[in-house]
């Protein structure tokens, strides 16, 4: 089992930056691939970025490419997401779920937070 816990999301004006934080917890939960996605009211939920458990690998969704980087510290079980020249379309709820597999994909990945609101005004 594998517990999510995500934070820092808020309101923010367009161009301005956030860094979002998903604490993990359960007994191995460094073996995972953690994924950051958003959903938006109305929209399909989209994979943001990926981190492998080990390497580093990451990818990243085209609508933020240049825009986010993600990273993980497995001392500390956290993983951020810093996202920076935000936009109004980026608006969404966005969650931490931890996966076997690699990839923007919802289905690889088997454990999942709440979620933390991001509001990005114009």
């Known amino acids: 089992q594998v517990q999510l816990v995500e934070s820092g999301g808020g309101l923010v004006q367009a161009g301005g930056s956030l860094r979002l934080s998903c604490a993990a917890s359960?007994?191995?939960?460094?073996?995972?691939?953690i994924g950051w996605f958003r959903q938006a009211p109305g929209k399909e939920r989209e994979g943001v970025a990926c981190?492998?458990?080990?390497?580093?690998?990451?990818y990243y969704g085209d609508f933020v490419k240049g825009r986010a980087s993600i990273s993980r510290d497995n001392a500390k079980n956290m993983v951020y997401l810093q996202l920076d020249n935000l936009k109004p379309e980026d608006t969404a709820v966005y969650s931490c779920?931890?996966?076997?597999?690699?990839?923007?994909?919802?289905?690889?990945?088997?454990?999942w937070g709440q979620g933390t609101q991001v509001t990005v005004s114009s």
């Open positions: 779920a931890a996966g076997l597999g690699l990839g923007l994909g919802h289905w690889l990945y088997d454990y």
């Open positions: 359960g007994s191995t939960v460094n073996y995972y691939s």
């Open positions: 981190i492998s458990s080990s390497d580093g690998t990451t």
